[in-house]
Every structure is written in structure tokens, then in C-alpha cells.
């Protein structure tokens, strides 16, 4: 194919671009929430759940289906006209292109009978809502599944931060990659003012990343370049693991030293019943029924006390 | 009504069939409310009763395993069954006496998902009575039970063997008119002025009563009511007698009849004492050793003798005592009293093991009940509770020993439901939430929930690690002293594959003749090489290397011979 492949990169990104003021306008919950962009205590919000990648595909999916506009109860899912294109694009190699003619074929197997819309104009929806690419050659078009759908995605982080305020941090949405918006979203309190969206770092959103959060680069470039990211992550660091709180387990005070012991040498063990300070023990609840039968045998009671009948 | 004195023929019971309901009626009430109390019963979808299953457990927890486990003729456990039935009216237990038609054709109500819900209330206050109260209450329940067609006349008792009247036509005539429960009350009185234990005629009791109480059961004068509207009119009209098998007989007793009062009021009075005072043990009967058929049904005169016990005299007359409690020094507990102390052994039950049962019942105190009924309830003190039912000081080595078993269940105290906060409380409200400080390290909590929120609100940025039921484990990277550090998952093992190498040499010849003399070369060698006459080759390992090139020397013999390496 020697033609230039089309893709409208700019869809996307001018979704991402609406974020500031559409986030602006509407912080309450609105009745639907489809596609729309919402801040809510410093989280984006995309269709009213927190902001993803795959949730701006599935919209634009969706957006592609609306615009076929084509519905059959009859057929399961997976047999309408956008999942098969979809399904027959995704058999092509690498280099090839599809004519919306060549799937004809399958159009009459499956939708025989039925008043499906022409291949051609579910091809060309596909390429208006960018989920395909596009390429024109002696008049005829061809389609394929789009390489890269975010354009910005190698932008380097100075590309798209700007870290002058000491606060918080600009995000320059014409050039931010969709992946690095949603971790931002991930490990601060995003803001819109003045038309344009502000990252403030938030230890707690900081401390709920995951793992891989926190080695991405673009969090990296954050903490070395960005004072309050890099005190905050600094915090993090350093309380991170002194305060823990564990649930699902019993705790049991033995006074009988002797008893202790006995505890110890019978059910301690990696995971099992753990010697604590001032002769209290902890164990897995999964150990109670053995642990109770053992002290029945050995002439011991077990004196219960519940948290709902403490004050 | 003042009574006449009783005179009642004793008579020698040696050659009739003594019975004694071995049974303790009040013993295995409580029995059967224990059991409801621990058990969900769903009663049957058709008859509503209690499902063969539980009954077959509930026998073996019965007084006397062997009588209640005795059926009638149509396969029932009647014992159990009157268990049931005085429970319910006892308001001990509940459950769906009216059941419900499911359908035009449905003849009779069923019982869908009828189970039984043990009434804990109901059952405490009737511990709370006091005992000679606990028996009146038992003892009006039986003597209301069982009116009309329910009555002795028409119905065979629990534990009785004596056939009753035909029952129809029951609901019209003198009958209904009947109080029974005022007969029943009325005849335990007279019966209360014999003497315990001796054995005495059915039928000088039948005469004291013709002679001097003849309407204690039908009422001299019937009603007005009864005789203008009932079909049944007369005294005896409901009453009738026939031969075995003569159905179509339904002749009733006539007024007129000398014999009149043996057969109806004889037959009530035999029919009773095999009935109420059997079942709560009030008295004991004889049964003639006859086997033959009676020639008229229902028979007569197969209960000559009856025994009053001394529960009836005592019950009657509302002397019965307070169970007698004796703690002894060898940790035993010796509980006297006639009628089954229901309250004092559910106080008992849980510190000593039952030793004897009887009139003297025996409870041996032991460490590992005592301390787990402490453990069980803190308010619970062993020490009051036997100086309360025995109403005096404990000897001093067993005060002692409870003592010391009290403390015996502070040893191993369990906190289920808390958390365990690990880690420096700095955090400024985290108090509110500590259960018990174990270490500045360390601390039980309660609401893990809102400890958390709390904290996360300070900034402390805390871990939750929610532990699986058999194992403490944390997350890997996190050092905690309650649990090790869950080890992360190495890289998967690589499978060794072993693969065997060869090399071989391969000659390409270009020309056929060429190829051909060199394999005959070979075989005059006698080197037996893979040879393709096809591809014009010859393949051979290196061993075969000396020879190959000995007959690569004899093949330039005759052509111009030059080997080129491919690969090079």
C-alpha cells in the first residue's frame, strides 16, 4: 500500500482537552454520565467512573456502535455488524489492508436477510469515531485496526508537565499521553483553574497507588523534578509500613505461663500462632477449632470476650 | 363438697400385671426443651410431627430410653409425642398447629416449613416457679387436655392398654356437657386419701363412688339442652357396646340398665387411672394376665388394682418440697427431692458431672466445668450459686478448690472480632479505639474499620492486612512481627531438556558414474555408508573419516578429483 494511512488522533485528544472545562462545569453528578469528564474530590472521573485508558476506548467503541446505529435481538452480540468487522480487521498481518467489499462474504453468511448497513458505512464510522485507519488508493478506501491511537504516547514528561509552580503541577493536555493522565489521576488531587487541569500531590492517593505506580517514569521525573512530589513521596516513604493494622485474626491473653509455652511449641510456626508482648498470642481464626480442642484435651477453658460486647 | 371417707378394699396384686410408668414425665420434658433449644426441627409436611431422626435421638435422652421408644399399633412413639404436646401447651416450644390446605382436593391441612422455635422467656419463668408450682402447672395441663371426644371414654391414654367407646356421635348428647377436667381434679383428690403404696380394688373404688358420689361424672339431672336438641338423648345414649366386629350394632347403653353405672362410670374409672395419674406417676396399676378376647367391646374389668405413690398425695395436698441441696466435702452434690428439680439441676448441670439420678440425684463438682462456666459467663460464681441452693456455708476445702477453678478460666482469655493495631500509636484519637494495650508496640482494637479511616484522615499512612483463615501472612516488602513476609514468587523453574548432538559429513558429487565408483569403493572397504544414488551423496560420521578418505585417494586413481567445502 503506498498511500498514506489516516487516523483522527485529534478525536481523542480533543476529548482529553475538554477536560478542564467540562470538569468545571459540572462537579455534581449528572443524570447520565456518559462520556463526560467530572471531577469529584480531586479524582477524574470519566463517565462517571474513575478515569482509565480502556474506559476512553470502550466510549469510543460505543460511540462507533451508536453511530452504525444497528440493533438485532435476534443475533447474539458477538454477530453484529461492528464486532465482525471488528473481528475480521483483527485477522489481517501486518501491512495489510481490508476493502469493505472483502468482507461481503461474511455479511451475507451472518446477516443474511437482515437490513444491515452496508460494510463501506460501518467502515467509514469506524474511521470517523477513530477505531480504524484509513488509507485511499485509486479511489477505493481500505481499512485496518489504528497502530497507536494515543499520538502523544512517547511524549517525555517535560513534554507535558510544568513543574514552575512549587505547589502543584500544570498538565498540558494537548501533549500528555492518556496512560500518564491516568496515573496522575492515580497519585494526586487533580484540579481544574483557569482553564487548565493542576496535578497537587496527595499522600494518601500516593500510599492507595500500586506498586508499579511509583517506579512509572513519569512518577520518577515527578519526584525529581517537583518539590512537593518529591516531599510527599518522601513522607510516604518513610511512614509507609510503621502503622499496621491486622484484621481476620484472634488475639488471646495467656497469664499461665506454662500454658504459653505449651501454645508455642504445639501450634507455633510460620503463619500460625505468634508470640506477642506481655503473654498475648495471635494465630489465624482457621486455628481455632484445633486450638480449642487441644485445650479442651489438656484441661484448659477459653474464656471469650467479643468485639460487640465490648464498649 | 365435703368428701366421704374412703374405705377401699385392699386386695394382693400377685397375680396381676403391675405396671410402672418408668418414665419421669418432668425429667424428660426438659430433655426434649434442651434438645429444641439446640436443634432447628422442621416438623412433618403431612402430620406434623417430629421427624423420625430427631425422635430416634431424642429417645436416647430420655428417663427410660426402652418404654418411651415403645409404639402404639399405628407405629407412633406416644410417649414423645405427649412430650411434645405438653411443651407446646407449656408455650416452650412453638410451631404451626393449623396448617394450611394446599389445594381444592386436599382433605387435610399440610404443614409446609413448620419448624420449631424454642421460647427461652416461657421456659425461665417456669424454672423460676417454685417446685410445687412448676407441678400444678404441669398437672392442669393434663388434666384440661383431652375433653370430648379426647376423653378417657372415647380415647386411649399414652400409656394405657384398654380399648375406649366408639367415638361417634361423640360431639352431641351428654358428653360435651361434660368438664372433664373437674372429674379428673375432683377423682386425684379422692385418690389422695388412700394410702401410699397399697394395692386396692378397682371395684370397691367403683362402689364407694356408685354408693356415694354416683354423678361424678354425668351429672344427675342432663340438661334440658341435650335432651330437646341432641339425637342422643338420655344419660347413657353415647355409650354403646357391642361384640367384636358386630358393626352394625350401635344400640346405647340403656338408662334402665341395673348394670348401667359398672359400664359407663366403671369403664371411666379404669380408663383414668391408666391415664393422667400413670403418665405423671401418681399412680401404679395391675392388669388381669387374661389373653382371651373380652366378649364385649370396650372391655371392662382388666384394671382390678391400682396404687396411689406418694407424688399424688403430695401433689394433691401441695406439700411438695424444695429440692434438699448437700455439698460435700468430696466435691459432691446431693440433691433430695420426689418431683425432678428442674431449676437446681440447670444450675447444677454446668459444674459437676451427673453421678446418680433418683430421688437422691448426685453431681460430682469438676475443675474443667466449673472454669468453663465461668469462662462462659463472667457473672457466673459457682461459690454463691451452691451456697444459694444449698443455703449454707460450703465445706472450706471445696470454697477452696472453686476458688481456685475460677481463676482456672482467666488463663486463656480469646478476643475474637478485634484487631491488632501494630506499629507507634501517634496519631492524636487512636485511644478511642484501644481495646488493650499489649506493648507500646502492639494494641487489640475494635472498629479495625473506622481505625483505619481514622488513620488514613491522619496521614499515618496505615497497612491493612486482612489475613486469610489459616495462615498470617503480610504482603511481600512489609515487615511485621505478627506475620512473615509472604515470599514473592520466584521465577519458574526451567525444564531441562537434554539434546544430543551429531555431525556428519555429507559429499556432493556432480557426476553419477563418479558417485557410483566411489560407493563401490566403499563397499570393497567394506565401510557401509548412507549413500543417496537419487542426490548423488554420501553422508558418513567422523569415525568414518580414515576410510572415506582412503577411498577419496583410490577414486583420483581413474578421475580429477577436488573436494570444496560448501559452508566456506
Redesign the interface.
Known amino acids: 500500500m503506498d498511500a498514506a494511512p489516516q487516523y483522527r488522533r485529534e478525536l481523542l485528544r480533543q476529548k482529553v482537552t475538554q477536560i478542564p472545562t467540562e470538569a468545571a462545569a459540572s462537579s455534581a453528578k449528572a443524570g447520565s454520565e456518559e462520556g463526560r469528564w467530572r471531577l469529584a474530590e480531586g479524582e477524574l472521573l470519566f463517565g462517571g467512573q474513575p478515569f482509565r485508558v480502556e474506559r476512553l476506548d470502550a466510549w469510543r467503541a460505543r460511540r462507533f456502535e451508536v453511530a452504525v446505529g444497528y440493533t438485532n435481538k435476534a443475533l447474539p452480540k458477538a454477530l453484529l455488524p461492528v464486532p465482525l468487522l471488528l473481528y475480521a480487521l483483527s485477522r489481517l498481518r501486518q501491512d495489510e489492508w481490508l476493502a469493505p467489499g472483502e468482507v461481503l462474504s461474511l455479511w451475507k453468511m451472518v446477516l443474511a436477510g437482515a437490513k444491515a448497513p452496508e460494510p463501506q458505512a460501518v467502515c467509514e464510522a469506524g474511521f470517523q469515531w477513530a477505531c480504524l485507519e484509513k488509507a485511499e488508493q485509486e479511489g477505493a478506501s481500505y481499512y485496518r485496526l489504528p497502530q497507536q491511537a494515543d499520538a502523544e504516547a512517547a511524549s517525555p514528561p517535560e513534554a507535558f508537565l510544568d513543574v514552575r509552580d512549587a505547589a502543584r503541577v500544570r498538565i498540558c493536555l494537548e501533549h500528555t499521553p492518556l496512560s500518564a493522565l491516568a496515573r496522575l489521576g492515580e497519585i494526586s488531587r487533580l484540579e481544574a483553574a483557569g482553564g487548565e487541569l493542576w496535578a497537587r500531590p496527595n499522600l494518601l492517593r500516593i500510599s492507595h497507588a500500586p506498586d508499579q505506580a511509583l517506579v512509572d517514569p513519569v512518577v520518577c521525573w515527578l519526584r525529581e523534578h517537583h518539590p512537593a512530589f518529591r516531599s510527599t513521596m518522601e513522607t510516604l516513604k518513610e511512614r509507609r509500613g510503621k502503622v499496621m493494622l491486622h484484621e481476620n485474626l484472634l488475639a488471646a491473653r495467656v497469664s499461665d505461663l506454662g500454658l504459653k509455652v505449651m501454645l508455642e511449641k504445639k501450634f507455633g510456626g510460620p503463619g500460625q500462632l505468634v508470640a506477642l508482648d506481655a503473654g498475648f498470642v495471635a494465630f489465624p481464626t482457621g486455628l481455632l477449632p484445633e486450638l480449642a480442642s487441644w485445650m479442651k484435651k489438656s484441661g484448659h477453658v477459653i474464656k471469650s470476650t467479643h468485639a460487640d460486647e465490648s464498649p | 363438697m365435703p368428701m366421704n371417707p374412703l374405705n377401699l378394699q385392699e386386695v394382693k396384686a400377685t397375680d396381676l400385671d403391675v405396671f410402672v410408668n418408668p418414665a419421669d414425665l418432668r425429667q424428660d420434658l426438659q430433655a426434649l426443651a434442651d434438645y429444641v433449644r439446640i436443634h432447628e426441627i422442621k416438623r412433618g409436611y403431612r402430620d406434623n410431627r417430629i421427624p423420625q431422626a430427631h425422635q430416634q435421638r431424642l429417645l436416647k435422652l430420655m428417663s427410660d430410653p426402652a418404654s418411651a421408644a415403645k409404639k402404639d399399633q399405628f407405629g407412633d412413639a406416644k410417649w414423645i409425642e405427649h412430650l411434645d404436646a405438653v411443651c407446646l401447651a407449656l408455650k416452650w416450644v412453638g410451631y404451626d398447629t393449623e396448617g394450611k390446605y394446599m389445594g381444592y382436593s386436599s382433605s387435610e391441612p399440610s404443614f409446609p416449613d413448620n419448624f420449631m422455635e424454642f421460647d427461652e422467656g416461657q421456659h425461665r419463668n417456669f424454672l423460676q416457679l417454685p417446685l410445687q408450682a412448676q407441678e400444678e402447672r404441669i398437672l392442669e395441663i393434663h388434666l384440661k387436655a383431652g375433653e370430648v371426644g379426647a376423653s378417657e371414654f372415647f380415647s386411649r391414654s399414652t400409656l394405657g392398654r384398654l380399648d375406649s367407646f366408639p367415638s361417634f356421635g361423640c360431639a352431641t348428647g351428654v358428653v360435651p356437657t361434660i368438664a372433664f377436667w373437674k372429674v379428673r381434679r375432683h377423682l386425684l383428690e379422692l385418690l389422695a386419701q388412700c394410702p401410699v403404696g397399697v394395692w386396692f380394688s378397682t371395684a370397691s373404688l367403683l362402689d364407694h363412688l356408685r354408693l356415694h358420689d354416683p354423678w361424678f361424672v354425668i351429672p344427675k339431672v342432663v340438661p334440658d339442652a341435650v335432651r330437646k336438641d341432641s339425637l342422643r338423648q338420655g344419660r347413657y345414649a353415647n355409650f354403646v357396646e357391642r361384640k367384636p366386629g358386630d358393626w352394625n350394632h350401635d344400640k346405647p347403653i340403656s338408662e334402665r340398665d341395673p348394670e348401667g353405672f359398672a359400664k359407663v362410670e366403671g369403664r371411666f374409672i379404669e380408663r383414668f387411672l391408666e391415664g393422667v395419674p400413670l403418665v405423671l406417676g401418681y399412680t401404679e396399676v395391675a392388669y388381669t394376665r387374661s389373653k382371651t378376647e373380652s366378649p364385649i367391646e370396650p372391655s371392662r374389668g382388666l384394671l382390678p388394682a391400682f396404687r396411689i405413690t406418694e407424688r399424688l398425695r403430695r401433689a394433691v395436698r401441695q406439700e411438695v418440697a424444695e429440692p434438699k441441696v448437700t455439698v460435700l466435702p468430696n466435691f459432691e452434690v446431693h440433691v433430695e427431692s420426689l418431683f425432678f428439680p428442674a431449676r437446681t439441676e440447670a444450675q447444677l448441670r454446668p459444674l459437676g458431672e451427673l453421678v446418680q439420678r433418683g430421688i437422691v440425684t448426685v453431681f460430682k463438682l469438676t ?2 466445668k466449673v ?2 462456666a ?3 459467663q ?1 457473672d457466673e460464681n459457682a461459690i454463691q450459686t451452691l451456697k444459694a441452693l444449698s443455703g449454707r456455708e460450703l465445706p472450706q476445702n471445696v470454697e477452696h478448690e472453686l476458688r481456685d477453678w475460677a481463676g ?18 501517634e ?1 492524636t484519637g487512636v485511644g478511642r479505639f484501644v ?2 494495650t ?2 507500646p ?2 494494641a ?5 474499620e473506622a ?2 479511616r481514622h ?2 484522615a491522619a ?16 504482603p511481600a ?8 513476609t509472604a515470599v514473592p514468587p520466584s521465577a519458574p523453574v526451567k525444564r531441562p531438556v537434554k539434546v544430543k548432538r551429531s555431525l556428519r559429513t555429507t559429499l556432493w558429487f556432480a557426476d553419477g558414474e563418479a558417485h557410483a565408483a566411489f560407493c563401490q569403493l566403499l563397499l570393497d572397504a567394506k565401510c557401509v555408508l548412507a549413500a543417496d544414488r537419487r542426490a548423488l551423496t554420501v553422508s558418513y560420521p567422523p569415525q568414518a573419516e580414515p576410510q572415506v578418505k582412503e577411498c577419496l585417494r583410490k577414486l583420483k586413481e581413474n578421475y580429477t578429483l577436488a573436494v570444496e567445502d560448501i559452508e566456506s
Not at chain 2, 416 to 423: I, Q, R
Not at chain 2, 444 to 448: E, G, N, R
Open positions: 475443675k474443667s472454669a468453663a465461668q469462662a462462659a463472667a482456672h478460666s482467666e488463663k486463656f482469655i480469646l478476643y475474637e472480632g478485634f484487631g491488632v493495631l501494630e506499629g507507634r500509636r496519631a481495646v488493650e499489649i506493648s508496640s502492639f487489640l482494637v475494635h472498629s479495625a481505625l483505619y488513620l488514613e496521614e499515618q499512612v496505615p497497612l491493612r492486612i486482612r489475613h486469610a483463615d489459616n495462615a498470617l501472612a503480610a516488602h512489609v515487615r511485621s512481627r505478627i506475620a512473615p
